[in-house]
């Protein structure tokens, strides 16, 4: 059974083979060292995960942004 919870340090190495293995070629700023300290300083609580058992097999990243489409 998948479950999404809300990140967690624990969380921190699965995401990062994860991500390396989908987006082999990302640019550095994309690499799990940077980007998860980057979302947790700010909406720590739109970042989610998916895992099945143990394992995790997702990720999902949100933004709140306050401009207003005209």
Known sequence: MVQI???LDTHF?????LWET????DPAHNRAEVAIP???AVQRELFLVALEHTRVIGTA???VS???WA
Do not use: N
């Not at 190495?13 to 083979?17: F, P, W």
């Not at 989908?22 to 070629?25: L, S």
């Open 5 to 7: 919870v809300p990140y």
């Open 22 to 25: 989908v987006f082999p070629e």
């Open 13 to 17: 190495e699965g995401v990062r083979l």
């Open 38 to 40: 980057a979302k947790l």
């Open 66 to 68: 306050k401009s207003s």
């Open 61 to 63: 990243m949100a933004a």
